[in-house]
């Protein structure tokens, strides 16, 4: 059998821990007996990112604009620990953060679905993808407590002479304050991430504010959207037979409970910081779950949802002992970048590759064979409880 070729490379981000160790597995076992692999390589591991003083990571986030798809292992963030542990010689910032700045992209989350394990949302059928804007808000907000009566008022002054002061609140005894804010350079680009990201997975598009009582701020959002819908997406969405959905997020969220899934729900910040939790524990498994930044110019970088899952890789580093690790959400951050690279250079069999992969994931688990976080999630199947080697190999056997 001779192997897909790739004429077109994506950008690889090799992680840490766990992850990496089933990196590397996936690639052996999964990959490179099928795919030529085109990869332009980037070391995101910790020791390497220090060495080069993180400039590697900066190297990876303009690589992907360039080949416009890329694949990323789990990365970590160094905490104070992380400093000493791996005597570094900063407490350098989040690959994903740096990553998502240099793209402008916004972040969607969809689940993996397999019949064995049930939404606890008994009519959801399909994934439900939560896409966050991950700028401003309460995030980037000013607060004060305020300590006795007094008057809080709102003031800006503009460059050029636009101006005005209102009085928020007159107190009469002590309180809180907070001021936020958000731009329209950010709106646009969360709004045309969400339009790029809808027409790539060919899915209806909900965004949910409360514009009704927020009369200028979650309104202008509101209005963004629809302009750059009409403007510049309409048309596209109406060949795709997908729909832009507009309404608030009360009524969003009694409408996404009673729904069957299958469409991407788009969230201001805090919305989205909330919902997600929500959605993917009603889903299963953090395990299973994938994570694709967009940018709104059509780049995408594919990784999991969770970390480097660190306690079992020091399970696996002190016992030389394989653990029982889910490498699904990173095999389909894997099919993901390849079927896009595919889509992109109208390379079918590419795709054809990239679909076979999650059907034999699922199939392997839906014949009962999974890794142990699972097990306690399974209905309808006697599971039997596989390391992650041999969960990768049952995959490939079916390739
Ligand atoms: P984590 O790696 O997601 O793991 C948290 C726990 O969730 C694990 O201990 C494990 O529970 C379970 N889990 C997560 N993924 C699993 C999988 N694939 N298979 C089985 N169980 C899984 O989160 P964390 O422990 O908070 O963070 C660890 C490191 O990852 C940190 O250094 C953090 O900076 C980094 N991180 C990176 C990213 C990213 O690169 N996108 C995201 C989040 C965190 P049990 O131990 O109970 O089995
Ligand atoms: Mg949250």
Redesign the pocket.
Known sequence: MSKIKMATPIVEMD???M?RVIWTMIKEDLLSPFVELNTEYYDLGLPKRDETRDKITWEAAEAIKKYRVGV?C????P?KQ?VEEYNLHEMWK???GTIRAVLDGTVFRAPILTTCIKPVVKNWKKPITIARHAYGDVYRGTEYRVPEPGKAELVFTGKNGASFRETVYDYECPGVLQAMYNKDTSISSFARSCFEYALSTKQDIWFSSKDTISKQYDQTFKLIFQDIFEKEYAAKFKEAGIIYFYTLIDDAVARVMRSEGGFIWACKNYDGDVMSDMVSTAFGS??MMT?VLVSPDGNFEY??????????FYRYRDTGKMTS??????IFAWSGALRKRGELDGNQDLVAFANKLEKATIDTIEGGVM???LTTLCEGVVPQVVDTKEFIKAIAAKL
């Open positions: 992680g840490d821990e992850t990323k789990a990365t970590i963030t905490n992380r989040s690959p994903n953090l395990a994570s990784e999991a949802a969770h970390g480097t899952v660190t306690k079992h690790t889910n490498p699904v959400a990173t890794t142990k976080d």
